[in-house]
């Protein structure tokens, strides 16, 4: 059996270390190849990865019409709901294992973590096309178990990436996090195509069989010996238990009041955030006769990776006030989803969607960044993680509330308003962050800030980004991008 290096889990350890708090050490002496043919394998592995998991998250406002349609023929009471919480609890559920599947890796390894999270969707996939039409057993196989698969293979598909580079880095998480986006431009097409030709049964076993090529990249991940990274586990025989804990939850981040001011808009902002990227096909067949429903969803993926990529760019830029920016985000954001429902254009539509999708990447990009500002290299990965766990609810919940609304009043007026209202909210509240003072340390900016800006300027997603289609089960990534984070992400 080979041995891989182990990856460092004592996130709080105050060892010095040229990269902490689960990123890589590079020792004095040895590094990363930073190429060959092998590094190369495992960046089209961790892109193929990125794509296949979001591509597929992004892409269930799809699934969600078909099944919101079933529930509504058998009777369940507020189909809308029903039917949207089962693409919202993967992304939260997604989100909410962000800090633990990053523990996961220095305990499981790389590998077995991704091969584990890719075998637990295909699973719950395939056990979902057994069960299109019991909307609860749906909520486990596709809301939670396919979420937990994402989750623990999206964080070794970016950690990997450490043990391959040093001096590209930076690019290449950028490249690699933009295959959500790629995926997603494609996905709901052929996703709907299925759909019509087989029915949704055949759309989760056929995805199941996709789903099968994130087993097959997880088993590129094997770390490089002698590439300088060192995984220690967490010793059973002295603090194993307590040694988890404290790589789950940071209590030192929370005494940072700029942080903690940020980490609580989140979750406001993110309320309703998701809510049109849910919703948006459903809206678009009630007002829209003859176009083409995916073309919204693709635009927003294509303007995502887009502005992933230049905030991500300007958030290196000396001077820039990256709060300030994610404020605008959700500013802009906030007023163009109250806005949506009294459209009646479908190419001003369009527009709209290109725009959402723009400061949507803005937004996942300046996660990263902003962590780093805020808490320096020793406790961002932690932070980002905590921030999305504390988030994964109220996404959760918003979308399953503004279908709950659209059931009642048969409109989605009132739930792209109140959805629109919730990130102008949580911007404002983010001005209080100027009125604490910044305590903290003064840390070099080391590969941590390369691998955190790229990481996040891609998807948080969780949140990965596709909100055009009405569905952008992330970022995130996701993220998630947040998953990696929080080990060796």
Known sequence: MDIEPKEDSDLLSKTKRAERNGNLRHEENTGPPDGGIRAYFVVMGSFFTNGLVFGVINSYSVIYTVLEAKLRAQGVLNSESSASLVGSLTFGTTFILSPVSGVLTGILGLRMTAVLGGSIAVVGLFISSFNVHNVYVLYFTYGIMYGVGASLAYTPSLAI??????????????????????????????????????????????????????????????????????????????????ALFRSIINVEIYKNKKYLMWALSMPVALFGYFVPYVHIKKFMEENFVGVNYNLPLQSIAITSGIGRLTFGFLADRPGIDKILLQQISFYIIGSLTIILPFVQSFPLLIVIALAMGLFDGAFIALIGPIAFELCASAHAAQAIGCMLGMAATPICVGPA????????????????????????????????????????SQESISTVHVSLNSTFGNTFGVLQMSIGDGNRFSSSGPFACLLSSCNKK
């Not at 997880?218 to 194993?240: M, N, T």
């Not at 007026?413 to 604490?436: D, E, H, K, Q, Y």
């Open 161 to 242: 990436l450490g043990h391959y580079f040093k001096t590209n880095l930076g690019k290449v998480n950028g490249l690699v996090t933009v295959g959500s986006s790629v995926f997603t431009v494609f996905m709901p097409a052929l996703m709907e195509y299925i759909i019509k030709k087989h029915g949704l049964e055949w759309l989760f076993r056929i995805l199941s069989l996709i789903t099968i090529g994130i087993v097959l990249c997880g088993l590129l991940f094997k770390p490089v010996l002698g590439s300088g990274v060192v995984v220690e586990k967490p010793s059973r025989q002295k603090d194993g238990c307590a």
């Open 401 to 440: 509330i503004g279908g709950y609304l659209y059931g009642i009043y048969q409109s989605y007026t009132l739930p792209f308003v109140l959805a629109g209202i919730s990130p102008l909210v949580g911007a404002t509240m983010m001005f209080l962050v100027r009125f604490f003072k910044s305590n903290r």
